[in-house]
């Protein structure tokens, strides 16, 4: 009777474990680790996009080496081409993997999945994002999520975060820092020719539609270099602020205002980021490809 009670134990043991065990959606590792082949990999598949960007990176450093923290960045036009060169950079240079928060559209196809989660990205919802964090890993997010992306006419370099508030109320709820990061160059290497709101993309539009997305994401029609789709050869910038920190919101009785309020405090941060690499990018004579050949001429 003593052997069975003490099995019986242990089982119950066994099974309080499992279930305080944390888990992510749709089978997504907790953990990572890329070996030496995955980081070949990835700079491979990435480097036709950083050779013809040629991408400056500034305040890295400003990303700790461990502890939870959650970068907040911009989304530029099509969100999938400048984005994932952060991630190699990070790891070089900082040793951290990036976690990234996907779009649900993403993580609905089986081969794109299994390549997100490979690489450290997940579906982006609140309990991945707290889980993540619980972990100790830095996290990215985009708030203004795909409508920011799919840019229309007019909208260079805007944050179109539309009182989304979430990653502020994570950050308050987890207490965690802020980083915010901002990235310019892909929305000058295309021009927007039609978006979704012209007659043109209709057919478009209900095709989007019947795919069960919102017509909101129906994506441009652009034209990069010449009358093609190949980006224009500008250079990409990327840089990370210093860290805003959630602490004097923690405390705070209304948790809605209190994001509310630090989401406009990153916001601030964020444009600060935005202005500064404009004002690199305008300095940089190395900006275009032309510019890049130039300065490999002898003087």
């Known amino acids: 009777m003593g052997n069975t009670g003490g099995r019986s134990t242990a089982g119950r043991g066994r099974q309080r474990n499992a ?5 992510l959606s749709d089978g997504a590792p907790l953990s990572i680790d890329l070996g030496t082949t995955d980081l070949r990999f990835l700079e491979a598949l990435l480097a ?5 960007s040629a991408p400056r990176f ?11 923290v959650l970068l907040v960045a911009n989304h530029n036009l099509l969100g999938l081409i400048d984005a994932p060169l952060l991630l190699p950079e990070v790891l070089r240079r900082r040793g951290r993997l990036i976690r990234g928060l996907a779009e649900n559209v993403l993580i609905r196809v ?12 997940v579906r982006g919802t609140r309990e991945n994002c707290r889980t993540l964090l619980e972990h100790g890993e830095a996290v990215i997010v985009f708030p203004g999520g795909g409508r920011e992306a799919i840019r229309r006419k007019g909208e260079k ?7 989304r508030t979430g990653f502020a109320r994570m950050a308050i709820e987890c207490g965690v820092p802020i980083l915010p990061v901002a990235m310019i160059g892909i929305d000058d290497a295309y021009d927007i020719l039609a978006d979704k709101d012209d007659l043109l993309l209709r057919p478009l539009r209900r095709v989007v539609e019947g795919l069960g997305i919102h017509a909101e994401l129906t ?12 980006p224009r050869p500008e250079r990409f910038y990327f840089s990370v602020g210093t860290a805003v920190d959630p602490q004097p919101w923690c405390a705070a009785n209304d948790r809605a205002e209190a994001a509310q309020q630090l989401s406009l405090v990153v916001q601030k941060a964020l444009r ?20 890049r050949l130039r300065e490999l001429l002898p003087v």
């Not at 279930?19 to 888990?23: I, R």
């Not at 999945?113 to 990205?121: F, I, K, N, T, V």
């Not at 370099?157 to 009182?163: A, D, K, S, V």
């Not at 600060?272 to 510019?291: H, I, K, N, V």
């Open 58 to 68: 500034f305040g890295l450093s400003n990303i700790p080496e461990s502890g939870p």
């Open 19 to 23: 279930v305080a065990q944390p888990q």
């Open 272 to 291: 600060e980021e935005l202005t500064f690499l404009l004002g690199e990018r305008d300095r940089d004579r190395g900006r275009t490809l032309a510019g």
């Open 157 to 163: 370099y805007t944050l179109r975060w539309e009182g």
């Open 48 to 52: 036709p996009v950083r050779a013809w």
């Open 110 to 121: 089986p081969g794109v999945r299994h390549m997100l989660h490979h690489y450290g990205s």
């Open 219 to 230: 994506p441009p029609l652009v034209r990069g270099l010449g009358p093609t789709v190949i």
